[in-house]
Structure formats: structure tokens, C-alpha cells
């Protein structure tokens, strides 16, 4: 490279066009809540317990709070939000929602913005449904603003610097739409009573370091070519850029390309060899003049020797557990010996390596291994010289080292501990765990409780929570925790006598019977327990002990006779303990009852007497219960009272309660199964209740009912009844059927035709059927029974007409049929099916339902103008065949419109909606097929146009789409949707950098800690000083070591970036407390050497300390050329000749520092220093 064209590098780096410095830019970030990943149903707010102000989400710093909800007549009030599916939420008719939303209730929703990167949003929207009532909303904290309609913000400035803008959907029987705020937003506030909301999101700016335009340069050069020259590949990352985008390379005064961006290591060359073995490479966009990168480099070619290769010996070696194996190479003889070995695998470029540090041991992924008995890779092995290439091949030996697996360092598990958490409320418990050990495991590990198995779960965090685990009656859990690959690799932990209550016993009663004409003596004992730790007790009575019973046969009920036999007191002192639970024990007095017999059950049942009224209207209808009961307290060994009606138990109540009067129950009053209601509690010697029918009060009824009932459609034994009503003064409800059967048909309306029930049996002993119909709400009623059962369809033929409609067709001979039988009578056909028959081809069989019956793709294969169809009910003679002739169409043109594509932006789940719709002009049936990539993946009716589809990210080729009509393939139309990706959010924040500590050789260590959500992030991280390192992120701070020293400043920064996600950077500015030592470069030692020929040279040498590699050397204020340090004492050729004095400066290239010269030249032959010169 010349002088000018250095001269033209050095001017733009001075005018700042090749800027490197990295700066940071404010950029835009949004923040959506969807609610998609909350159990349905949750509840916040007073249904779940909450105060107003209570946290209730939490995302990306924003918090979001419950508040409480202002009317219009400035009172407070504190309702519920519930998370509903959009489905369920007004029918569904939520438009703009997706999966689950919230449905608001006299509550506000508070989202605060202060821990956002800047302290503020910029914009709020959300999608809302409002389904009535009241609205609030509040801005940056100001007082609360009540309204009817979101409508009427649309345009206003609703705070300071804050605009509302509100889009309607027009569409919408309710009030629905988008709504959002603008500005500077500290908080925002909303709610109403009926309201529903999704997709709440909030625009705010955060500042992002802004990268170089092209980075990260690493330059390859590839060996040379015996005719002098040799290529390069350039690697880089970049912002992204268009496919079309393109850039120059430049090397020395050699210009490359151009090449474009999106093509991978192009080859660059051919480049002419020098003799100074250096370069420089440059990179231009060929737009963008900014954005370029410079790079020097050194490139040997080695002597001009020939070159030789023998004896190579390929071996690979792993451990299965690791995800590298070691490449060990050996050669018998390199030439020249100090060239680089080029090896490759199957084609695949491993890299140059020095013949001097021979045999070589290369980590290689194990993804190119293959361990069959005859390896289909092969390992070459390449020098090249100026005088030409050799190269040898060589299949490599695999040897697996199983050892290893027995090697305590390869398994990531120890010091395993485990514990368990606080029992919750129903009654489960989870087990935590944590442990320490490197990630040796690629598959990850398990975690057993008993024979219970969770995971696998990842290496990357040291400790975790598995359950819920279900109490068991022992107390004893083993706790194992073991490699998925490797089951060798496991710990375990022993929990014992583990309880979610040790002492779980409770509500202890008993009572001692003497039977006097039985000359015998029960004592009965009851009491509840749960989960313990012993599964039996001891029974103690008066201070003697009695026994161990177990807890699982409650009640006890012994004779204690022969154990006391002297028993004359009258106080009997109970006890019950647990033996294995410290002060687990239960005291009471039993009861003493003396009984003149206890042959009869019932006369030690403390129930004696009930009484019950029942109020309402219907004979299924709302009933109030009013209950009483009279007890002999005697005999109670409970306060628990459980009172019986069809379908459900109420309570316990209380004796001292009675008289009750129930909540309105639904209850049938009427008909044939009188309402029953029993009163139950525990007696001495079991559950004792009591049964009545209880009064039944109607108010405000008054009703008629008469109803016909005659049998239809009989089928052997079976029969179907169609029912007829007549009735006054009905209620809205209609009324129900009790069928023979005993089933409950209904309800239906008075307005409706008659109604066919069944089937029926018919009875074989007695023919009486008895069929019952009753008001739902009045009690009005009425009963049929019949005799005899007789049906006109025992001899009719079922179908009366056979209908045939052509749907669709296709110029080959495929049709799409309606068929539609009519039934001779209006009956229901549940049990009668038919089968059709078209050109000798059976379908079916199907219900005869008075439904057309869809039959698609009907071929005839006759050149007649007609074909037949005959229909047939299963069981009937032929001539109850019904058939009909069909005229075949003459078919359309079938004609489809343009494939229109239309895509949104990616969702949370990495998805892309892709919806599809085209206009159909003409059509051969009402269905068309999706293709997608040559291959069908659904059929759809024309009507349910636009259609959907859900595309997962990333999509590295383009999906070809098309549609064709299902009875002609070539009506079609096509598209195509474009390769793309969902970028990942970026997952770094909060890094800090503490414990900076200075070294003696000019570098420093710090210690970085900083918040990454991917726990499987690998991270890049870079400093001022060009200084780079790249670690796993764990969770745990990351000590970085040998850290160069700033240039004369005592402060730093770094930058860390996601390796995943090359725009996910954050960068940080700390103090150093200590300074790089200054560069210093001596006098400069300067001679003239003239030359035979007339010509001269200078010689240039100095002394230097703490300098970089490179200096700069300057001659009479133009840059001579860049050198590194170990080549001096340096020899320039001065090539001017009309200068008598030459001011000489060195500069050194990394730190800046410089010193000058002056020689004063001597005369030499101007002749000859022109000659020279050329």
C-alpha cells in the first residue's frame, strides 16, 4: 500500500468516518400481557381474600395492583377480577381477544412504570369490552375520573402532556374496541363493572449499545499456490441487511467483490504475495461509506522447499457423557518442518496447525462421529509451499473410554440435601432439594420422592422444588436424585416420620351402654384423624388401660366388663394417646346410659321426632325447607346434625339450631316418587335417621295440564310414545315427562309439536305403560297409562321419498351427493338406520333423521345420462326400497382468484398467524384442499374463508402454499410466504462490576455479576481496551482475569452481549484504581549509509519501554509505513532526493506515545537517486 492511500485511512479516521467508539442509543421496547399462562378461573380481589393495593402481576419490572373502584356517586368499592376463556366471556363476542382474558368487576387495575429502564412508559394500549355500568381511569397518579363511554376520550388530552386515542368496533352489539394513552407515564389506572380486557401492552425506551457496523473481524488465509499467490476468507458480524445487500473487500491496493452479505465466507483473491509478509484488509459497504473495518495482518508463506508428508496415524477418543472428543495426530515426517498442517474432516476445514507442536490433540464436536464398523469420514492432512501441495487421508481408530463414567469428577451431583416444605391446604407438601457439582450431564437429571418421578430438569441451576407429594401413613420418603445417562451418577437422601399433622386426631366422644335385661355393657367410642404418625392408639379408661385399636375402625364399640370388673362408678375418664407422638392424647367423660333393653337399635337413636314443610310453586320448582327436630340429649354423642333430601347432604347443624328454615332448594314435590327427607346423626352404636314426607305448601299456582300419548315407530319389543299437551295458565319452564322407564324427558314448551320420547320397552308380564307429565315450576299434572301398545310403523314401509341433490361435480365423473330420505311417519328413528345404494356401490348405514346426508366423490363410471340411488331401512323387504333417477350436470368451468397471504407479527410463543384467503368464482363442489410444501394438511368449506395458519419461528425456506378444488385438481391457485424469524427478547439487566483489583503486569481482575432470564445464555464480553472473554452464564457472579489497563484514565467499561442474541448487549462504566505504566520511546538514533549506486538509505533505532506492537514512522509529516518493535534497528529507504534535512517522527500505534529526530543528509549524485528512486 502507498502513502496516499495510508494518508487517506489516517484522514478519515481523524474526521471521525471509521468511528469505533461504542456508544449508547435509546430504543424502543414493549412489554404485552396476554394472561394466556393464568389458571382459568383464578380469582383476585375480595373472592380471593385481597386488600386494595395487593401486587397481583408482576413483568419486566412493571408491577400491577388491585385498587379499589369509584362510582359515580363518589363511593368506594372493592369487587373480583376473574380469569376467564374468551369463549365464556359475553358469548364469546370479545373480537379482539385471544385464549384468556379478564373479566373486571367493580375493581381497578393499577400498572406502575418506575422500575422501567427510564422510570416511564410512552404508551399504553389494551383491548377492551365493556358490557355496561361504569368506567374509571387514572393518570400518573391523578384524582380518578368516573365515565359511561371510552368513546368519549377519543382525541383528549385525558393529563398533562397525556392523549387518549379509542378505536371502535363498529360491529359489536356491545361497546368493544382498542383504547390508548401517550405521553410521559409514570402509572395508568383502569377498571370497570362488566369490563373485559386483553392484550394490555406498554411501549417504553431503553438504551442499547450501539455496535460497530462490522465487527468481531477474523481473517483465514488459505495456503499458497506455487505460482506466488494465495486466497482469504473474512468473517464478521454485522447489523442485519438486505438480501441484496453487498460490500468490498480491499487488500493492500488490491480491490475484491462485490460480495454480499448474506453468502458465507466467500473467497477472496487471488492475492499477490509480497515480501514483507504484511497486509492490510479493509471492509466497505458498498451504500455506507461509515461503515467499514480495517484490519493488519502477517502472512508467511513459508520457505520455497518442497513438501513432503508420511506416515499419518488418525485417532479419536471420548468419554460418552462428554460433547467433545479429542482428534489425536501423528506424523512421521513434515518438509518443510515449519509449515502449517491444514487438516480437515470429510471436506470440513479444522483448521492450520504448526508441524512443531506435532502430534496434535484437536477437540472435535461428536456430532461428526459416527461409531459404525466402517467409519464413513476420512482425516486429511495438507502442507502447502510455492512449490506445490501434498496430502495424505487416513480413516481415524474411535476408542470410547467407558472408564470415565466411574470417574467421580464426571458426575455433576454432590452434596445432595433434601427437605421438605410446610403442608398446604389440601393436605400436599413439595420436597426441596439443592446440590452442587459441575454440568456434567447433557441430558440432565431426576429427582424420585418414593416411587414418585419428576424431570428431568437441567444441570444449570444447583437446587429446585418437585411436588405436590401426597402424605403417606409411615412418614418414611426416599429422596433420590440421578442422572438421566448415567445411573451410576445418583444421591439420596432418607426423610423419616415426616407428618403433615403428627398429632392428627380430633373431636373425641363415647358413652357407656348398660342393658340391663341383657345383663351386658357396650362402651362405644368415636373420634376423627388424618394422615399420623402411628396408625393405631391406646385406650385408657379411669387410669387403666383397655387396649390398641386402630384408627381406621371408627366407631369403637366394646365390652369393658371383663377389663373393669368391678366397675361401680359413675364417672368413667377417658384417654386416648398416640404411643409414637410426644403429648398427642385426648381426654373426655364418657356418657353412662342405662337402657332396661338394647335389643332394639332404634331406641338408642337420639333422633325421637322431625317435622318438615315444604313451600313452593311446581312440581319441580324452588322449595323452602323449614325442618325441626326433637332430641334426647341423653343419647347425643355429637353436636353434628346432617339433614338428607334427593341428590344432596346439608350441614352438619347443630341440635340446639333446630327449627331450620333452608335456603330455596330445587326439588320435585310431585309424580310418582314422593319427596323424601331424612335427619341423620351419629347414635351410640351407629348412624341412626329419621325419614318423612313433608308437607307441601303451593303458593301462588294454578294450573292445568292434560297430555296424549301415542306409540310410535315399534321395533320388536321396542317402542318410541309421541307426546301431545294441552294446558292453562303453564309457566314459562314448559314441563317434563316421566316415561315408563322411570327417566326424565324434558323439559319442553307448551308451544312446541309434539314431542317423541324413548325407547320404550314393552312390559311382557303387563302390558300397562305409564307415562307422567308435570308443570317445571307449577303443580299442575297429569297421567296416561296404556294397555295396549300399538304402532302403525309394525307394518309401514319407513321412507317415503328419497331426494337426491347434486352438490358439486367434476369433469371426470365425481359427484358430491345430498341425499335427504322422508320418513312415512313423523317419528323418531334412533333405532332405524338405512343404507344407500349408487351403481352397484353400498354407503352407510345411517340414522333415518328426516337430515340430508352428505356422500362426497360419488365416481360413475357409465357414459349414461343418468344413475340411480336407492335407499333401504335395515330389517325391511326390498320393496321398501326406495330409488330415484338422477340426471348427471352438465359441470362449470371451476375458476379460483389470486391466493392472497397476509402475516402477523410474531407472538410470545414464537408463532407467526399466516391468514389465507382468494376469491372463488366458479366451483365444482363446496370444499377446497390446502397444500402446503407439496403436502395436504386440510380441507375446507369455500365459507369458512379466511382461513389460518399457525407457523412456527423460524422458517429458514419459503413455504409454498396452494388450493385446489376438491373435485378438480387443476382449479387452483398459489402463493408462497417468505423465510422468517422471531427474534428472542433480550434477557440481560442489572450488571454491576465490584472488587476491582490491580495485577504487576499491567491488568486487572473485576468481578461481573448482572441478571440473565436464559439460564443457557452464553456470554461475550469485551472492554475498552479491545480485551474479550465469553463465559456460561450460571446464575453467579463471573470473576474475569488479566483485564488490559485503559490508555491514562483511571475509568473503564464493558460491554456483555448474548452470544444467541447478538443485539442483546448492556454495557457499564466503572473506576480503575491504578493507571496503565506511561509508554516512553528513547532517542532516536538516525544514519545515513549512502549506496554505490548513488542512492542512500537511513537506518533508524531507539530504546522503548511499556509500549504496544506496532509504531508508525513519519518522514517530514507523511506516514512512512507501520512496523512492529522486534524489527528494529530498521532500514528506510528515503525515496526523494530534494530535501537536505529529514525530520524523522515515531509514533507507537497502541498508546500513543512519540518521539522525534533530525538528520541533516549528506550530497549524493542526484542522477543516481533518481535512478533509484525508479
Known amino acids: ?321 462428554d460433547t467433545f472428543a479429542t482428534l489425536l495426530v501423528k506424523l512421521g515426517t513434515v518438509a518443510p518442518s515449519n509449515a502449517n498442517v491444514i487438516l480437515s474432516l470429510n471436506g470440513i476445514l479444522l483448521g492450520e496447525f504448526p508441524a512443531e507442536k506435532l502430534p496434535f490433540e484437536i477437540p472435535i464436536s461428536k456430532k461428526y462421529i459416527t461409531l459404525s464398523a466402517a467409519p464413513t469420514f476420512l482425516i486429511q492432512a495438507c502442507v502447502s509451499t510455492p512449490n506445490g501441495r501434498c496430502c495424505l487421508t487416513a480413516v481415524p481408530k474411535i476408542r470410547i473410554e467407558t472408564s470415565c463414567l ?58 429446585g422444588s418437585v411436588g405436590p407429594i401426597k402424605p403417606n401413613a409411615d412418614g418414611y420418603y426416599l429422596v433420590v436424585m440421578r442422572d438421566v445417562e448415567n445411573e451410576r451418577c445418583a444421591d439420596r437422601v432418607e426423610i423419616k416420620q415426616f407428618f403433615c399433622q403428627p398429632c392428627a386426631i380430633r373431636d373425641l366422644s363415647a358413652a357407656y351402654i348398660i342393658c340391663e335385661e341383657e345383663k351386658q355393657d357396650i362402651f362405644t367410642l368415636n373420634l376423627l384423624s388424618g394422615p399420623t404418625a402411628d396408625t393405631a392408639y391406646t385406650l385408657t379408661i379411669n387410669g387403666i388401660n383397655i387396649g390398641t385399636y386402630s384408627l381406621k375402625k371408627m366407631p369403637l364399640r366394646i365390652s369393658i366388663s371383663k377389663t373393669i370388673p368391678n366397675l361401680i362408678s359413675d364417672v368413667l375418664k377417658v384417654q386416648v394417646c398416640l404411643p409414637n407422638v410426644e403429648k398427642c392424647c385426648l381426654e373426655t367423660q364418657a356418657k353412662i346410659i342405662r337402657r332396661k333393653s338394647c335389643a332394639n337399635p332404634e331406641d338408642l337413636c337420639p333422633i325421637k321426632e322431625i317435622k318438615a314443610v315444604a313451600t313452593g310453586c311446581g312440581v319441580v320448582g324452588k322449595y323452602q325447607l323449614e325442618i325441626n327436630a326433637a332430641f334426647d340429649e341423653n343419647l347425643l354423642t355429637t353436636e353434628k346434625v346432617y339433614i338428607k333430601v334427593p341428590g344432596k347432604i346439608l350441614g352438619p347443624f347443630k341440635p340446639s339450631s333446630f327449627p331450620l328454615k333452608l335456603e330455596p332448594l330445587e326439588l320435585i314435590v310431585g309424580g310418582i316418587i314422593p319427596l323424601k327427607i331424612q335427619v341423620c346423626t351419629e347414635s351410640l352404636v351407629d348412624t341412626c335417621c329419621l325419614e318423612i314426607i313433608p308437607d307441601i305448601v303451593n303458593k301462588d299456582c294454578d294450573c292445568k295440564l292434560n297430555i296424549s300419548v301415542t306409540p310410535v315407530e315399534c321395533s320388536g319389543d321396542k317402542y318410541y310414545a309421541s307426546i301431545k299437551t294441552e294446558s292453562s295458565n303453564g309457566s314459562k319452564g314448559g314441563y317434563f315427562v316421566l316415561g315408563p322407564d322411570g327417566k326424565k324427558y324434558g323439559p319442553f314448551g307448551y308451544d312446541q309439536k309434539a314431542q317423541v320420547i324413548g325407547p320404550f320397552t314393552r312390559a311382557t308380564t303387563s302390558p300397562r305403560q305409564v307415562f307422567y307429565a308435570a308443570d317445571v315450576e307449577k303443580p299442575c299434572a297429569d297421567t296416561v297409562v296404556l294397555d295396549k301398545i300399538v304402532c302403525a310403523s309394525d307394518t309401514l314401509c319407513r321412507i317415503k321419498e328419497l331426494k337426491v341433490v347434486i352438490r358439486g361435480c367434476s369433469p371426470k365423473g365425481g359427484y358430491d351427493l345430498m341425499v335427504t330420505p322422508v320418513p312415512n311417519l313423523s317419528l323418531s328413528s334412533l333405532l332405524t338406520t338405512y343404507y344407500l345404494q349408487i351403481e352397484g356401490q353400498k354407503y352407510g348405514p345411517f340414522k333415518l333423521l328426516n337430515t340430508p346426508q352428505l356422500i362426497e366423490n360419488v365416481i360413475i363410471n357409465t357414459d349414461a345420462l343418468t344413475f340411480e340411488v336407492k335407499a333401504c331401512v335395515e330389517g325391511q323387504s326390498e320393496k321398501c326400497c326406495v330409488s330415484v333417477k338422477v340426471t348427471k350436470p352438465k359441470c362449470p368451468e371451476c375458476e379460483l382468484g389470486e391466493l392472497v397471504i397476509k402475516t402477523a407479527p410474531c407472538n410470545d410463543k414464537g408463532e407467526v398467524y399466516a391468514y389465507l384467503d382468494f376469491k372463488y368464482f366458479r366451483t365444482n363442489s363446496d370444499y377446497f384442499v390446502l397444500v402446503q410444501n407439496g403436502k395436504e394438511i386440510s380441507k375446507n368449506k369455500y365459507t369458512e374463508l379466511p382461513i389460518r395458519l399457525i407457523l412456527p419461528a423460524p422458517q ?219
Not at 406502575?112 to 427510564?118: Q, R
Not at 464426571?410 to 427437605?419: D, S, W
Not at 373435485?967 to 387452483?972: A, D, E, K, P, V
Request: charged share 25%; proline share 4%.
Open 956 to 1174: 429458514k425456506d419459503t413455504i409454498r402454499l396452494e388450493v385446489y378444488d376438491s373435485n378438480t385438481r387443476s382449479c387452483s391457485s398459489k402463493g408462497y410466504i417468505k423465510p422468517f424469524d422471531c427474534k428472542r427478547p433480550c434477557s440481560l439487566s442489572d450488571i454491576s462490576v465490584t472488587e476491582v483489583k490491580c495485577n504487576n503486569d499491567g491488568t486487572y481482575s473485576m468481578l461481573v455479576k448482572l441478571k440473565a432470564t436464559n439460564t443457557d445464555s452464553i456470554l461475550w464480553l469485551q472492554t475498552s481496551t479491545g480485551f474479550e472473554s465469553r463465559f456460561k452464564y450460571t446464575g453467579q457472579a463471573v470473576r474475569i482475569d488479566k483485564v488490559p489497563l485503559p490508555k491514562n484514565s483511571r475509568t473503564d467499561w464493558i460491554v456483555v452481549c448474548d452470544k444467541n442474541s447478538p443485539d442483546c448487549c448492556i454495557k457499564w462504566l466503572y473506576e480503575v484504581p491504578c493507571t496503565q505504566s506511561p509508554c516512553e520511546i528513547g532517542a532516536l538514533k538516525l544514519e545515513q549509509v549512502c549506496l554505490p549506486t548513488g542512492g542512500y538509505y537511513i537506518t533508524l533505532n531507539f530504546e522503548h519501554k511499556n509500549t504496544g506492537t506496532f509504531f508508525n514512522v513519519y518522514a517530514n509529516g507523511k506516514l512512512y509505513g507501520t512496523f512492529a518493535y522486534n524489527l528494529l534497528p530498521l532500514r528506510v529507504q528515503v525515496l526523494s532526493a530534494d530535501v537536505a534535512v529529514l525530520e524523522v517522527k515515531v509514533e507507537d500505534k497502541e498508546k500513543g506515545c512519540t518521539q522525534a529526530g533530525r538528520l541533516e543528509l549528506k550530497n549524493v549524485n542526484p542522477t543516481a537517486q533518481s535512478t533509484a528512486s525508479k
Open 1 to 321: 500500500m502507498n502513502n496516499s492511500t495510508h494518508w487517506v485511512y489516517l484522514l478519515l479516521f481523524c474526521f471521525g468516518l471509521f468511528s469505533t467508539q461504542v456508544e449508547a442509543q435509546s430504543q424502543k421496547q414493549e412489554v404485552c400481557f396476554n394472561f394466556n399462562d393464568l389458571a382459568d378461573k383464578t380469582k383476585y380481589g375480595s373472592d380471593a381474600n385481597q386488600k386494595p393495593g395487593t401486587p397481583i402481576f408482576k413483568k419486566d419490572g412493571i408491577i400491577t395492583s388491585i385498587e379499589s373502584f369509584i362510582t359515580a356517586n363518589a363511593s368506594k368499592e372493592f369487587g373480583s377480577i376473574t380469569v376467564e376463556e374468551k369463549k365464556l366471556l359475553f358469548d364469546g363476542n370479545f373480537l379482539e381477544a385471544e385464549g384468556k382474558v379478564l373479566f373486571v368487576s367493580n375493581v381497578n387495575l393499577k400498572w406502575n412504570f418506575t422500575n422501567l429502564p427510564k422510570g416511564k412508559a410512552k404508551r399504553v394500549c389494551l383491548n377492551f369490552i365493556d358490557g355496561g355500568g361504569e368506567e374509571n381511569f387514572s393518570i400518573n397518579g391523578e384524582a380518578i375520573t368516573v365515565l359511561n363511554d371510552w368513546g368519549s376520550l377519543q382525541g383528549k388530552e385525558v393529563a398533562k402532556g397525556v392523549k387518549a386515542s379509542v378505536s371502535i368496533k363498529e360491529d359489536s352489539d356491545l361497546l368493544q374496541g382498542t383504547i390508548c394513552f401517550e405521553g410521559a407515564l409514570d402509572s395508568i389506572s383502569f377498571g370497570g363493572q362488566e369490563f373485559g380486557i386483553d392484550n394490555v401492552c406498554i411501549e417504553f425506551e431503553k438504551d442499547v449499545v450501539a455496535l460497530d457496523c462490522i465487527r468481531d473481524l477474523k481473517i483465514l488465509p488459505r495456503p499458497c499456490t506455487p505460482n506466488g499467490i494465495f486466497y482469504l476468507a473474512a468473517t464478521f458480524k454485522t447489523d442485519p441487511k438486505a438480501d441484496t445487500a453487498t460490500y468490498y473487500v480491499t487488500v493492500n491496493e488490491q480491490k475484491f467483490g462485490p460480495f454480499k452479505y448474506k453468502d458465507v465466507f466467500p473467497a477472496i483473491g487471488p492475492i499477490q504475495i509480497n515480501n514483507s509478509g504484511k497486509y492490510i484488509l479493509s471492509i466497505i459497504d458498498s451504500k455506507d461509506p461509515k461503515c467499514v473495518k480495517i484490519e493488519d495482518f502477517t502472512y508467511e508463506c513459508g520457505s520455497n522447499a518442497a513438501c513432503e508428508l508420511k506416515e499419518l496415524e488418525v485417532e479419536i477418543k471420548f468419554c460418552p457423557r
Open 406 to 463: 466411574d470417574d467421580p469428577s464426571y458426575c455433576g451431583i454432590k452434596e445432595f440435601a433434601a427437605t421438605t416444605t410446610e403442608c398446604k391446604n389440601d393436605g400436599t407438601f413439595n420436597v426441596l432439594y439443592k446440590f452442587s457439582g459441575e454440568n456434567k450431564g447433557l441430558s440432565g437429571y431426576y429427582i424420585y420422592v418414593n416411587s414418585q418421578r419428576f424431570g428431568p430438569f437441567r444441570y444449570a441451576v444447583n437446587g
